[in-house]
C-alpha cells in the first residue's frame, strides 16, 4: 500500500470508517505480529499467542478512533502508535503470566516414574484385543455372537440371561467353552515363515 493511500486511510480511520479499521488491521498486523514475537520465549508462548496482543490492540484502536477522537498526522505516527501501545501489551500480558510462568515446570523435567500413567491401553494392547476378539467370533456360533457383545459391553449375567432367554449357567457353560478353545487355538503360520514345498 503506498503512503499516499495510507493517508487517505488515517481520514476514513478519523471519521470512524469500519472497513478503513479492517484495512489498517490488514496492513500493519503482519508486522506487529513479527515485534512481538521476537520477544515471546517459548514458556510464553504457551500462554498467549502474537495474534492475541495485535488483535487487542486493534480493537483499543477502533475504540480509540470513535470514542476518543484519536487522529494522526501521517501513517508514520500512527504505525509508531501501533508499535508502542503493542510493545505495552506484550509487557502487560507478561506481567500477567509472570507467577506462573515462574512456578510451572515442563513435564519433562520430572523424573519419568513420578509421571502420570495414562489410563489408555497401548496401541499394541488395542491390536492383540482387536485380534482376540476376531478369533472368539470366528471360534464361537453365530448364534452366540450377541451373547460375546453383551459380555464385552459389561453386562451381568443375570442380564445376558434375561435378554437371550438362556440359564445362567448355560452362558457360563459357552464362555468356558470358548475360553477352552481359545487356549488350544494356534494361528496358522505367517506367510514369511511357512516352509517351502
Same mark, same amino acid.
Given at each position: 500500500?503506498?503512503?499516499?493511500?495510507?493517508? %487517505?486511510l488515517?481520514?476514513?480511520l478519523s471519521t470512524?470508517?469500519?472497513? /478503513?479499521?479492517e484495512? =489498517?488491521?490488514v496492513?500493519?498486523?503482519?508486522y506487529?505480529?513479527?515485534? =512481538?514475537?521476537?520477544?515471546?520465549?517459548?514458556?510464553?508462548?504457551?500462554?498467549?499467542?502474537?495474534?492475541?496482543v495485535?488483535?487487542?490492540?486493534? +480493537?483499543?484502536? =477502533?475504540?480509540?478512533?470513535?470514542?476518543?477522537?484519536w487522529?494522526?498526522?501521517?501513517?508514520?505516527?500512527?504505525?509508531?502508535?501501533?508499535?508502542?501501545?503493542?510493545?505495552? %501489551?506484550?509487557v502487560?500480558? &507478561? %506481567?500477567?503470566?509472570?507467577?506462573?510462568?515462574?512456578?510451572?515446570?515442563?513435564?519433562?523435567?520430572?523424573e519419568?516414574d513420578?509421571?502420570?500413567?495414562s &489410563?489408555?491401553?497401548?496401541?499394541?494392547q488395542?491390536?492383540?484385543a482387536?485380534?482376540l476378539w476376531?478369533?472368539?467370533l470366528?471360534? &464361537?456360533?453365530?448364534?452366540?455372537?450377541?451373547l460375546l457383545?453383551?459380555? %464385552?459391553r459389561?453386562f451381568?449375567?443375570?442380564?445376558?440371561?434375561?435378554?437371550?432367554?438362556?440359564?445362567?449357567?448355560?452362558?457360563r457353560?459357552?464362555?468356558?467353552?470358548? /475360553?477352552r478353545?481359545? /487356549?488350544?487355538?494356534?494361528d496358522?503360520? +505367517?506367510a514369511d515363515?511357512?516352509?517351502?514345498m
Open positions: 500500500m503506498t503512503g499516499e493511500s495510507l493517508n %487517505r488515517l481520514e476514513n470512524g470508517d469500519v472497513q /478503513a479499521a484495512q =489498517v488491521f496492513t500493519y498486523e503482519p506487529l505480529r513479527k515485534v =512481538v514475537r521476537r520477544q515471546l520465549t517459548s514458556r510464553l508462548r504457551a500462554k498467549f499467542d502474537s495474534v492475541d495485535v488483535q487487542s490492540v486493534m +480493537a483499543d484502536v =477502533v475504540r480509540g478512533f470513535r470514542k476518543a477522537g487522529r494522526f498526522p501521517d501513517q508514520h505516527h500512527l504505525k509508531a502508535f501501533l508499535l508502542k501501545i503493542t510493545r505495552n %501489551r506484550l502487560d500480558r &507478561c %506481567r500477567q503470566h509472570q507467577t506462573a510462568i515462574k512456578r510451572e515446570e515442563p513435564l519433562e523435567k520430572n519419568p513420578l509421571q502420570p500413567m &489410563c489408555l491401553p497401548a496401541p499394541s488395542v491390536v492383540q482387536k485380534d476376531e478369533k472368539m470366528a471360534l &464361537c456360533p453365530s448364534e452366540y455372537h450377541d457383545w453383551m459380555k %464385552r459389561g451381568a449375567l443375570d442380564q445376558i440371561a434375561q435378554r437371550t432367554g438362556l440359564h445362567e449357567d448355560s452362558i457353560r459357552i464362555l468356558r467353552n470358548l /475360553a478353545q481359545l /487356549a488350544f487355538h494356534k496358522p503360520p +505367517a515363515t511357512m516352509p517351502d
